[in-house]
């Protein structure tokens, strides 16, 4: 393999886990926008929608079936999860809420332990199992999934947001919660979808990379971990998550490729803590004792 | 008036009953105790820092597991013995939490959780890719116990009283340390930053300085926990861990200092009777689904009993004592 071929191969898998983050990465900050909950929950909807369609799969149904059902049971898990574990909290404090989201966490990834143990999973690629040569560098029909499920979530939240009314609700009550219930728009609901829409796009993105990445009861944490990442990076916005999700994406391809393979999750979350540390610091003013 | 003569008696009923249990009981019943002390006490620091100093740092079963590694590390390679070995894990860990707290720090609230989260992921992954140095996920096997001159501890009972003496010396420290200047401009900022500052405390200072001191009490704990186990390894002080702290904390109540021990007695005894009558039932059962009972355990105390046992207890008290009064009176 030449290097040129090695540069193509990484940078597609680096599309590849860029496109899984940003759309982690925007149901994470779909939840956080308007409920300020930082659902520690998201990365476990993403191995939910995995497993369960093997689950299913497993139990005989068809794959189209299999998928749906999956959303579906991850979507109500989602909003069961809001509505008997973070809504009824008596003194709402940011503390109270990650400790309840990664309670709910590792509730979810034991109870998944306990129905189908800790081997990891797999179901089959949806179109079958060619490759595409693109001088030395191949790509499964699978990964061409992935890049149609970011563009198709990318075009349709971006639609639903701009061109609905309740999409501009939504968009209202991330700005000012308060100003949007005095216009009469029903918080709680937007709170139960918002974790009903993080739930079911997790379990779409988990589903669609398991042909690829393999699925598990602990693949979650990180997976999720990643996309927060992208949205802190970000600034929880919808262009710049999927902007930083891809750089992410390809420096954890070429690192994995270059440097080393087992420490390839370690390059997103120092990304993060030097981003992290690097926003804290006031440049501007060190800047400004020098310059007139 | 008659509360620091109460306190004297309350803590050497305490110091008795502790002394007095390996007499009566069974080897058992002592290791279990071991385990209270060393991880209760690891939560007693770990309640500190996130309930009265308000800083959520996620990295503190970081500190535990480096403190261990370290004095473990030294201890089979022969470069020191397991006491100085220790003593080394606890510079190297004030070290290592100095200079990522200074920075860190700065953060609040989500930001900080995330970076401390981070960082407990980070150190995790490494240890266990490292595999020339710490083992990697099979982790440090063959270490030697622990032993100052010629006299080894060996037994259960020896780390028994070793652990229990940590853990009520950290116990002691930190009232007498909460009861001080410090301790008041700890509690004042955890209240509200703005006000502690404008009245002269140095915020960035004292956080900086309960971050140092509750990583090296983790440190301690963790170089005593590898002695006891004779091995450790990264599995140990991750995800797991996080969440079993988070629930002793919670369980306990993190306002007062004794809350998180008390969670820690909670959890442990209903780890074990968990394992005890659940084994058979569910075939899977292990450590990693032990999470999965604690979870629920975090969600209901905290919507049901946000002030956890002490905080209960408090109330319980002075609701006794108001009734009390009125028919006296």
Known sequence: MTLFSQIIQYTISGITSGSIYAVIGICWSVVYLITKVLNFTTGEFVMLGGMLTWGFRIAG?????????????????????????????????????????????????????????????????????????????????????????????????????????????????AVNLTG????????????????????????????????????????????????????????????????????????????????????KDVFALLVMIIFLIVRTMNFASGAGRGSP | MNSAPKQKLIWLVLIAVIIAIPLVAGSYVVGVMCFIAIFGGLAVSMGLLLEQAGMFSLAHPTWFGLGGYVSGILAIRGIAPPWLGSIIGVVFVGLISYAIGAPLLRLRGYYLACATFGLLLIVEISLAQLGSLTGGHEGLIGVPPLSIGGFVLETDVHYYYLSWALCLACLWFLYNLMGSRMGRAIKSFSDSEVAAKSMGINVPGYKLKVFILTAVMASLTGSVYTFYLRFTQPGIFGFPLLVQLMTMVIIGGGKTIYGPLLGGFVVIWLKELIHMYLGEVLPRMSAQVDALFFGVLIIVILIFMPGGLSGWMDRLLYLGRRTLGKTSG
Not at chain 1, 209 to 229: A, S
């Open chain 1, 61 to 173: 149904f068809g794959l189209v079936p299999s998928i749906l059902f999956a959303v579906a049971c991850t979507i109500l898990i989602s909003m069961i999860l809001e509505r008997i574990a973070i809504r009824p909290v008596r003194y709402p404090s940011e503390m109270t809420y990650m400790m309840i989201t990664i309670a709910g966490a590792s509730v979810i990834k034991g109870l998944v332990l306990l129905a189908w143990g800790s081997e990891t999973r797999t179901i089959e690629a949806f179109f079958g199992t060619e490759v595409i040569h693109l001088s030395g560098a191949t790509i499964t029909s699978q990964v061409l999934c992935v890049f149609g499920l970011l563009v198709i979530v990318t075009i349709g939240l971006s639609l639903f947001l701009n061109r609905t009314l309740f999409g501009k609700a939504l968009r209202a009550s």
């Open chain 1, 180 to 263: 949007a219930s005095l216009m009469g728009i029903d918080i709680s609901r937007f709170r139960l979808f918002c974790f009903g829409l993080a739930g079911g796009l997790g379990a779409i993105t988990g589903i669609v990379i398991t042909p690829i990445t393999f699925t598990g009861y602990e693949v979650g944490m990180l997976t999720g971990l990643k996309g927060l990442v992208a949205a802190i990076v970000g600034g929880w916005t919808m262009t710049g998550t999927m902007v930083a999700a891809l750089v992410l994406g390809l420096l954890e391809g070429f690192g994995a490729g270059f440097i080393s393979a087992g420490l």
